[in-house]
């Protein structure tokens, strides 16, 4: 079906998706929001678009939507606002979208125009975004409070501080408006938390896109080229399988590059006798692919390299299985700390008693960040690790990461720390897999992608 240009639920453009909806069915869309009127009480939510970001100058960078509108609409148009009205008998649900302009559109491509919205997305109205400024403050009138995210669109938050003000100034005699402003994620985090299935399947495509596009370049490794050089056939590899872009600025670190956690200049060319570090993911239908392989320059480990690659490794094996439902989020981490602590001790960079190290946190030097994060429709998706205290239980339909990382970079060498650590100097490793916790225990999404130091070593093959 198409209205105004706007593909709904088709397969056109580039990367194989779909416009309005990324091939979900409407009825996810619509099932969301009825829990989160559930949850919104006498409240109302304000969920605007993504902005249009600029390179340079007048020059836009592609087009990103915004998650939460996505989720509880499947819109994918810039300058677009959802308002969720839990208090009203009428226009609960409107969707503000930009107007039809014939010139406009010449220029950046078709609108769908407010009028097929309701027909379409199945909320409530359609109207126009240029009616937003006269009307916002007057449709929060009947709410308690409001659902918005503060410091991210200055005119937008005029309008909800408006109607705040209006309400403290008529609310003590009529009762009505709202009174105070709280962030959506307090009701959206929890629900996009656990994946329903529609989402699992749009995570399934993303990672295994990922899988295929390593698979594909891994074995052009080879001294002398450049990290971009990898880069781009990567990326060109996801596109090539349907993804839409690069879940994030793609990660390609060889030599001490591999030690920088979120290097992106990829602009060093790969020498022999290296280690390059390739964290890298495909977006499919919003959805993002999170994967780490380190992998030998020259096609097979030197000996220091496998070992701490090997200690990597088995954490990586050990926090994996540490995931079922039921199991604190941060088991997952302690698991992979004690594993890297006995590794660590192995290879001779710490000493002394395996549980007192792990109370002093003795690995952070050599493994600064946590071992998991959620993902979802953003790489590092929302919802918080720690709920009153306590760690996050995890049940069926999260999703998260599992990269332990070991690293051994210059700096740890001025300030020596002990041990036998410079043997190591210069070595980077890092393992990423993502993880989807199931009834019964864990899938690896992408196991398709082999992580032993044989495997990996025939993955560059030479």
């Not at 769908?112 to 937003?132: A, K, N």
């Not at 090539?240 to 030599?255: D, K, L, M, N, Q």
């Not at 926090?319 to 989020?329: L, M, N, S």
Request: charge should be negative; charged fraction near 25%; proline fraction near 6%.
């Amino acid at each position: 079906m198409r209205a105004g240009g706007t593909e709904v639920n088709g397969e056109e453009g580039s990367g194989g998706e779909g416009g309005a909806f990324q091939g979900f069915p409407a009825e996810a869309f619509r099932q969301r929001r009825a829990r989160v009127f559930e949850a919104l009480g006498d409240g109302a939510m304000v969920l605007p678009a993504a902005s249009v970001l600029h390179r340079a100058g007048d020059s836009e960078l592609r087009y990103r939507p915004d998650s939460e509108l996505f989720y509880l609409t499947g819109f994918v148009e810039p300058d677009a606002l959802l308002l969720l009205r839990g208090f009203a008998d009428e226009a609960r649900s409107v969707l503000f979208v930009r107007p039809r302009d014939a010139k406009a559109e010449l220029w950046t491509g078709s609108r769908l125009g407010p009028d097929p919205v309701p027909s379409i997305f199945g909320v409530e109205e359609g109207r126009s975004i240029e009616q937003l400024w006269d009307s916002l403050p007057g449709l929060l009138t009947g709410a308690d409070r409001v659902f918005y995210r503060l410091g991210v669109h200055p005119r937008i938050e005029s309008l909800v501080v408006a109607a705040l003000r209006t309400a403290r100034l008529r609310g003590a005699r009529r009762g009505t408006g709202p009174r105070g402003v709280e962030d959506p994620g307090e009701i959206l985090d929890e629900l996009r938390l656990r994946k329903d299935p529609w989402e699992l399947e749009a995570l399934r495509e993303a990672t295994a896109i990922t899988v295929s596009g390593f698979r594909n370049v891994l074995p052009r490794i080879e001294p002398g080229l450049g990290e971009w050089e990898l880069e781009a056939e990567l990326e060109a590899a996801f596109r090539r399988e349907g993804a839409a872009a690069p879940s994030f600025a793609t990660i390609v670190g060889s030599g001490a590059n591999a030690c920088v956690l979120h290097y992106t200049d990829n602009g060093r060319r790969m020498r022999d006798g290296e280690l390059v570090l390739i964290d890298a993911g495909a977006e499919r239908r919003m959805y993002a692919g999170d994967v780490t392989r380190t992998l030998p320059v020259s096609g097979v480990f030197s000996p220091e390299q496998a070992d701490v690659y090997r200690v990597v490794e088995r954490a990586r094996r050990e926090a994996v299985a540490a995931i079922a439902p039921g199991v604190p989020v941060a088991d997952v981490h302690q698991r992979a700390v004690r594993s890297l602590i006995e590794g660590l001790l192995g290879l001779g960079v710490l000493s002394g008693d395996p549980e007192e190290l792990i109370e002093k946190g003795a690995q952070a030097p050599y493994f600064p960040h946590r071992t998991c994060h959620w993902l979802g429709l953003n790489t590092h998706d929302v919802g918080d690790y720690v709920r009153e205290g306590e760690s996050r239980i995890l049940e069926p339909g999260m999703v998260l990461t599992v990269e332990p990382g070991l690293y051994f970079p210059s700096s740890l060498f001025d300030d020596p720390l002990g041990g036998s650590a410079e043997a190591f100097a210069g070595i980077g490793v890092r393992i990423e897999d993502d993880v989807l916790v199931s009834e019964h225990g864990r899938e690896v999404l992408t196991k398709d992608l082999p992580t032993g130091v044989e495997e990996i070593e025939k993955l560059v093959g030479r």
